[in-house]
């Protein structure tokens, strides 16, 4: 089982798809996705040795870690709570994470490489196909509207899941187009990575999270956090080299 994101009994759209959650099945299907599309890519590209699969090595295993360390955090009692380590994960902490290992094993390994422009569209369309899991299960679920789905309590709520994987999906054909047209190195994942936590930061305010300070969520917060980090990797990125005379 990749994960097991918690929701009530009788709650959601199609919460069993060929007899395991609808979750599982779903980002089972976009972790293959992904890997299969930036495999045939990379070999297209010719991009292949050691240090390509330390990095996205790095990238999964950092990224699963990053997606559960938020909701340890927020269940302060998760030693004496071993459902709480089987229980869902959160997108947003494993972007950061998934950087910070991409960050630290090339700098451990001395790696130049740059693959954010082969992963970044292979992620967004993963996500794509993740997000119907959550819809299907019934998690991450929005707030009580006019127009929505009944997840399962008798109230209709935004599908702020399938506005998720629009959004991805949307962003995989852009990415998709610019692959091949930019010209910087692995700069695709970093616009990728802030176009994806702007977004998430407004959407959360049609969630049903708990508050966590000053009127934002838990989300919203590593949303601002990890704009910070990637911004200023940006900005570093793409300021003028000043030229020194001898």
């Known amino acids: 089982m990749f994960d097991i994101h918690y929701v009530p009994s009788n709650w959601g759209i199609i919460p069993r798809i060929f007899g395991v959650s609808s979750y599982t099945f779903f980002v089972g299907l976009g972790i293959l996705a992904a890997l299969v599309f930036y495999f045939v890519d990379a070999r297209r590209r010719k991009v292949s040795g050691e240090g390509a699969i330390l990095i996205v090595t790095a990238a999964l295993m950092f990224g699963i870690l990053g997606s559960k360390a938020p909701l340890l955090i927020a269940n302060h009692d998760f030693l004496g709570r071993p459902d709480v380590w089987f229980e869902g994960k959160t997108i947003v902490g494993g972007f950061l994470g998934g950087m910070a290992g991409v960050i630290l094993v090339k700098k451990v390994f001395r790696l130049k490489m740059k693959l954010g422009n082969i992963i970044a569209p292979a992620v967004a369309l993963g996500m794509a196909i993740g997000r119907l899991g959550c819809f299907f299960n019934g998690c991450c679920y929005g707030k009580p509207s006019p127009i929505g789905f ?25 990415l998709l187009y610019l692959k091949d047209r930019v010209i910087m190195p692995g700069i695709l994942f970093k616009y990728y990575i802030s176009a994806y936590l702007v977004f998430r930061f407004f959407i959360e305010f049609l969630r049903e999270n708990q508050i966590l300070i000053l009127g934002l969520t838990l989300y919203q917060v590593l949303c601002i956090l990890g704009l910070i980090l990637v911004n200023y990797k940006l900005i570093y990125i793409l300021k003028p080299k000043v030229e020194t005379g001898g």
């Open 150 to 174: 009944n997840f399962g309590d008798g109230v209709t709520r935004m599908p702020t899941q399938l506005i998720d994987s629009v959004f991805n999906l949307i962003s995989f054909f852009v």
